[in-house]
């Protein structure tokens, strides 16, 4: 079974800030089955990435994602006050077929 | 502009079936795979399971034995059923849109807002 280990759990950071997230997989993932989604309170998560780097339609260009094998990584080049929320990894295709990360909350500090 | 609307009850009882229903509107249900996703309150997102618009399904191992999904493409709806429900299947439930094509994942792309269901006597 893949275990999604996302880190940090919280991240504090200001506006204009960089934030680099964390996801490692406890097996290889396909590059090709892996996305990212964030979530705001009260609402349904919104997919931001997918296929480990390619943005969703919509996405601003200040969210970037990159990795392969076990370890990925989402990057909010410089955060917008409406950046802060919660992100989620999640990987398709492997048993089980799909699973979310534990996810990273990124709060202003 | 493909929308999700879940529906169902918002309160089941201890060891009963949880039924919710997934109206897919905009669009079509064909030629996609269909999901829930559940959270229970204040934590991560959960797996449920999915069908793929022709009937195929695919269900979290550890929700397996309890989980039933279906689809009726002439209502372009899905559905949702969990057997014998405890406290700990309370949470909010999402239906979502998952895009798989040619070996490729685009990911889950269109969600309903969520509807929350409690266990409780």
């Known amino acids: 079974e893949i275990v999604l280990t996302q880190s940090p759990g919280t991240l504090s950071l200001s506006p204009g800030e960089r934030a680099t997230l964390s996801c490692r997989a406890s097996q290889s993932v396909d590059s090709s089955y892996l996305a990212w989604y964030q979530q705001k309170p009260g609402q349904a998560p919104r997919l931001l990435i997918y296929g480990a780097s390619s943005r969703a339609t919509g996405i601003p260009d200040r969210f970037s994602g990159s990795g392969s094998g076990t370890d990925f990584t989402l990057t909010i080049s410089r955060l917008e006050p409406e950046d802060f929320a919660v992100y989620y990894c999640?990987?398709?295709?492997?048993?089980?077929?799909?699973?979310f990360g534990g996810g990273t909350k990124v709060e202003i500090k | 502009q493909v929308q999700l609307q879940e529906s169902g009850p918002g309160l089941v009882k201890p060891s009963e079936t949880l039924s919710l229903t997934c109206t897919v509107s905009g669009g079509s249900i064909s030629s996609y795979y269909w999901s829930w996703i559940r959270q229970p309150p204040g934590k991560g997102l959960e797996w449920i399971g999915y069908?793929?618009?022709?009937?195929?399904?695919n269900y979290n191992p550890s929700l397996k034995t309890r989980v039933t999904i279906s689809v009726d493409t002439s209502k372009n709806q899905f559905s949702l059923k969990l057997s014998s429900v405890t406290a700990a299947d309370t949470a909010v439930y999402y239906c979502?849109?998952?895009?798989?094509?040619?070996?490729?994942?685009?990911?889950?792309?269109?969600w309903g807002q969520g509807t929350t269901v409690t266990v409780s006597s």
């Open positions: 979502a849109r998952m895009v798989y094509a040619m070996d490729y994942y685009y990911g889950m792309d269109v």
């Open positions: 999640q990987q398709y295709g492997s048993s089980p077929d799909l699973t």
């Open positions: 069908i793929y618009y022709r009937g195929s399904t």
